[in-house]
């Protein structure tokens, strides 16, 4: 079974700042991805960004980028440059290999505040 | 490119009622998956289906199903509605092949009364 853990809930940050979001993440599979997704108020569920287990380059997204620490099973996620458009619920969630079709196992999420 | 359609975006039901949810993919996108996502249980996966054939499942009654046709649309239904079901639904869709990066659309949210 895979699971997520994003220990924080909220997260405040100045327009213009960097902002790290936090995500640890367990599998037992050798091949597993990574992804962020945000979601606004209105429910869609945006992508942001992906990692593979076996990229060795830390994926990049435009002011999206994913600090991927295999070893410490952690994939944070980092926004420079932060808008007051990124105001929004983070998610991060993995799929593992196997017969895992289709199915992503999401964390409880993060509610980033960005103010002006 | 369009993205991924869900039809109807609200709706009310009572419970005991039955409802049908529709998700159009994203085209040439084979596997379409649905999560179901309430305060207190986060985001959970409810099945997917690729190529009309249902490929995996999550932890949900047997009232919840799904449906895949020729054209990759996909319709869930959910039976006997319970108070409990009130909730986003979401479906995403993705290309063939595991791990790939997977689009969603805009939910339906079903309030069940």
């Known amino acids: 079974a895979q699971k997520i853990t994003q220990t924080q809930p909220g997260m405040f940050v100045q327009e213009k700042e960097a902002v790290t979001l936090d995500c640890t993440y367990d599998?037992?599979?050798?091949?597993?991805?990574l992804f962020w997704y945000k979601q606004p108020s209105s429910g869609e569920m945006i992508f942001l960004i992906y990692?593979?287990?076996?990229?060795?380059q830390n994926a990049t997204e435009g002011r999206y980028s994913l600090n991927f620490q295999k070893a410490r099973k952690s994939a944070n996620l980092v926004i420079s440059a932060s808008q007051l458009g990124d105001s929004a619920m983070y998610f991060c969630?993995?799929?593992?290999?196997?017969?895992?079709?289709?199915?992503?196992?999401f964390g409880q999420g993060t509610i980033l505040t960005v103010h002006p | 490119k369009a993205g991924v359609t869900q039809t109807p975006r609200y709706l009310i039901k009572t419970r005991g009622q039955q409802v049908t949810l529709s998700c159009s993919p994203i085209?040439?996108?084979?596997?379409v998956s649905w999560y179901q996502q309430t305060p207190g249980q986060g985001l959970q996966f409810l099945f997917e289906?690729?190529?009309?054939?249902?490929?995996n499942k999550g932890n949900f009654p047997g009232r919840f199903s799904g449906r895949q046709f020729s054209n990759s649309r996909s319709e869930m239904n959910v039976s006997t509605l319970e108070l409990g079901d009130s909730a986003l639904y979401l479906c995403?869709?993705?290309?063939?092949?595991?791990?790939?990066?997977?689009?969603f659309g805009q939910g339906t949210r079903l309030t069940v009364v």
């Open positions: 995403a869709s993705s290309d063939p092949g595991q791990g790939a990066e997977a689009f």
């Open positions: 599998t037992s599979d050798q091949s597993y991805g």
């Open positions: 990692q593979g287990s076996y990229d060795e």
């Open positions: 969630a993995i799929w593992a290999g196997g017969t895992s079709y289709g199915k992503l196992t």
């Open positions: 085209s040439g996108h084979r596997s």
């Open positions: 289906y690729f190529s009309e054939t249902q490929r």
